[in-house]
């Protein structure tokens, strides 16, 4: 498999699947050559795999009906082969920071190991599996307690090609000490961990609100690519189906308040690897209501079959079934009325952070929370009689979208 693929959305993983391929096999290589003891989480993850019949089969054939042309990485070397070499990769990571790499493999590692056997059949089944995600969610929690560790930091440090503040890095993300709260003079700019900086704050004044006074501009909730707008949304709908169309019943987790929405706007945007990672308010209003969701983590739309952008093209399917963060508000602005914004987890990026609370009066482009370790995929839900006129800054929605600042104008009530 020599062609070249496109960039996932936001460079999560490489244009050439090579480089991928590549990437795997190195990683293979040195946990060959340099095993670690197996971590409580992961022994636990296999005994939970192996104890329950229906898990052990869906694990084992997710790995046997990967088709022969993906099994093979075509450098020589062998790419994952089944469930306990898979548990061997994710056991070597656990305790390491992603570096920085123009690949973008800095995301997603797990993803990647998992990459074709979640455009299986088994996969699909597995990966909705409410024990196996409990467990998965184990396993990320005890990466996410590393990442936010000193010793995760190291991977900050100037290495040319691959510390997140050498030459690299800093091509692709300029001007980082002057938007970003930092000090470039102290170790690792002064970030202790990986996670303090993947959840770095902008300076003040860098990412002002959009016309602050005037409640009818509707400002962008997270620093993102516009992927799709969809009108008319249907209270109840087959969200796996080609073209993914959004069901706000499942959406909404069966919430209460879901019902008004039916007919509404959905707006999905999506956040990349390099972005600012906190939520910030697209109203003025009221916190009616905010909780997380318990949801998947590796699971894919198998209208996607084993296109490896499988993940990030499942985008709208995932809104439906991932991990999330549901907040809804009481817009000042009563032509707006209550709206809801959600916030994906994604694979890896899964820990959705809420920083409001019921009651809690916000202004537009006050912190409503944020994601942890990197970036993910988010919604902005309003009522059908919400009439909008949306600005996409001379941009199309889709998968090749680019960034629109967060506190930035995304829509206005006509």
Same mark, same amino acid.
Request: net charge negative; glycine share 8%; with cysteine.
């Given at each position: ?10 460079? #999560? ?27 409580? $989480? ?37 790419? $994952? ?23 973008? &493999? $800095? ?7 998992? @990459? ?5 059949? =088994?996969?699909? =089944?597995?990966? &909705? ?7 998965? *969610?184990?396993?990320?929690?005890? #990466?996410?307690?590393?990442? *936010? ?14 510390? #997140? ?72 709908? *087959?969200?796996?189906? *080609? ?35 906190? #939520? ?41 079934? =991932? ?7 009481? =817009? ?33 482009? @006050? ?12 919604? &902005? ?17 889709? &998968? ?12 206005? $009530?006509?």
């Amino acid at each position: 498999m020599n062609e070249s693929i496109p960039y996932r959305v936001g460079k #999560w993983l490489p244009s050439d699947k090579r480089i991928l391929d590549n990437w795997l096999m190195d990683l293979i290589i040195e946990v060959e050559n340099t095993p670690k003891p197996t971590h409580p $989480v992961i022994k636990e993850l296999r005994s939970v795999i192996e104890g329950d019949p229906k898990l052990y089969m869906l694990f084992n054939l997710m790995f046997e009906q990967v088709p022969g042309k993906y099994k093979n990485n075509p450098m020589g070397g062998s790419q $994952v082969r089944d469930y306990n070499h898979a548990l061997e990769l994710i056991n070597f990571i656990l305790t390491r920071a992603p570096e920085f790499n123009q690949t973008g &493999l $800095v995301g997603f590692p797990i993803n990647a190991i998992f @990459d074709w056997s979640m455009g299986t059949s =088994a996969g699909f =089944a597995a990966f &909705l599996d409410e024990t196996i995600n409990a467990q998965l *969610k184990k396993v990320l929690d005890e #990466w996410g307690k590393f990442l *936010k560790s000193k010793d995760s930091a190291y991977v900050l440090n100037t290495n040319p090609r691959s510390g #997140w503040f050498g030459r690299e890095a800093r091509k692709a993300m300029p001007n980082f000490a002057e938007e970003f709260k930092c000090d470039p003079k102290k170790e690792h700019y002064g970030f202790t961990s990986w996670d303090d900086f993947f959840t770095r704050e902008f300076r003040e004044d860098v990412r002002p609100v959009s016309v602050p006074t005037d409640d009818s501009v509707i400002v962008n909730a997270c620093e993102s690519a516009p992927y799709k707008k969809r009108e008319n949304v249907s209270l109840i709908n *087959k969200f796996w189906a *080609k073209g993914q169309p959004y069901s706000l019943r499942h959406l909404l987790n069966n919430d209460p308040l879901g019902a008004i929405f039916d007919g509404g706007t959905v707006y999905q945007a999506f956040l990349s690897a390099l972005s600012y990672h906190r #939520w910030h308010s697209p109203v003025s209003g009221v916190i009616k209501k905010a909780y997380l969701v318990e949801g998947s983590y590796y699971s894919e739309t198998p209208t996607e079959g084993f296109d490896p952008s499988g993940p990030n093209r499942s985008q709208g399917y995932i809104a439906e079934v =991932a991990t999330r963060a549901l907040i809804f508000i009481e =817009a000042d602005n009563p032509k707006i009325g209550l709206m809801c914004f959600v916030a994906i987890g994604m694979a890896e990026v899964s820990t959705c952070d809420i920083t409001v609370y019921e009651g809690q009066s916000v202004t537009k482009g @006050d912190q409503l929370g944020m994601f942890h370790f990197g970036g993910s995929t988010h919604c &902005l839900i309003f009522q059908p009689h919400v009439k909008l006129e949306f600005d996409f800054h001379g941009q199309t929605p889709g &998968l090749h979208a680019e960034n629109i600042k967060v506190n930035a104008q995304i829509a206005r $009530v006509t």
